[in-house]
Nanobody, 128 residues
Framework: QVRLVESGGGSVEAGGSLRLSCAAS????????MAWFRQAPGKEREWVAS????????YYVDSVKGRFTTSHGNAKNTPYLQMSSLKPEDTAMYYC?????????????????????WGQGTQVTVSS
């Protein structure tokens, strides 16, 4: 049984940094696309970034490029989201998601329906 557990959320002032982690367990294959989504109150869940566990290729939504970096540890079952230069508009619940795949296909990686495993979320609040 696949399980994803996020951690690292919190409250910071604008311009600050946070690092989120997603502990993944229960996978029988190492080939996955793992992603970060976020959802602010009253808004739809939004794709933030994806990373392939195979080659470590990463992809980002335009609004976080240059500020956020996703990576994974040596075991490749714990992706991280390093968030810098945080803005109040980054305030949201952040979710980790995963799908068994060889790549984070551009046609699907931004879709919530493509991923079949989700964490419970971790709150990020950025004050101005």
């Amino acid at each position: 049984q696949v399980r994803l557990v996020e951690s690292g959320g919190g409250s910071v002032e604008a311009g600050g940094s946070l690092r989120l982690s997603c502990a993944a367990s229960g996978y029988t294959t190492s080939r996955r696309c793992m992603a970060w989504f976020r959802q602010a109150p009253g808004k739809e869940r939004e794709w933030v970034a994806s990373i392939t566990t195979g080659g470590g290729l990463s992809y980002y939504v335009d609004s976080v490029k240059g500020r956020f970096t996703t990576s994974h540890g040596n075991a490749k079952n714990t992706p991280y989201l390093q968030m810098s230069s945080l803005k109040p508009e980054d305030t949201a619940m952040y979710y980790c998601a995963a799908i068994t795949a060889y790549d984070c296909d551009a046609a699907y990686r931004w879709r919530t329906t493509w991923y079949d495993s989700w964490g419970q979320g971790t709150q990020v609040t950025v004050s101005s």
